[in-house]
């Protein structure tokens, strides 16, 4: 069974940063696609941040440059770093393994 646990999520304020962090089970992330995707209130889900099994990485364009997303191949984690958070960015943020989703963390920036 797999299994996507995000963490990191939480309240900052404008010009912010946090890390959020997603451990996988049950999948193996070094063969996969991983990313994360974001849901604010009243609009649809869109794409954050991915790497490609190859390694390729795409970012969303409101996010380059204040977004990182890496992986941990051998604890099996995904994170994103944020830095310069805005009210924009408030969200819930998931991460994806496959087509595999976890069940998100809340990042809220304001202040």
């Known amino acids: 069974q797999v299994q996507l646990v995000e963490s990191g999520g939480g309240l900052v304020q404008p010009g912010g940063s946090l890390r959020l962090a997603c451990v996988a089970s049950?999948?193996?992330?070094?063969?996969?696609?991983v990313g994360w995707y974001r849901q604010a209130p009243g609009k649809e889900r869109e794409l954050v941040a991915r790497?490609?099994?190859?390694?390729?990485?795409v970012y969303a364009d409101s996010v380059r440059g204040r977004f990182t997303i890496s992986r941990d191949d051998a604890k099996n984690m995904v994170y994103l770093q944020t830095l310069n958070l805005k009210s924009e960015d408030t969200a819930i943020y998931y991460c994806?393994?496959?087509?595999?989703r976890g069940q998100g963390t809340q990042v809220t920036v304001s202040s």
């Open positions: 994806t393994v496959s087509v595999f």
């Open positions: 790497i490609s099994s190859i390694g390729h990485i």
């Open positions: 049950g999948i193996i992330i070094r063969f996969n696609d």
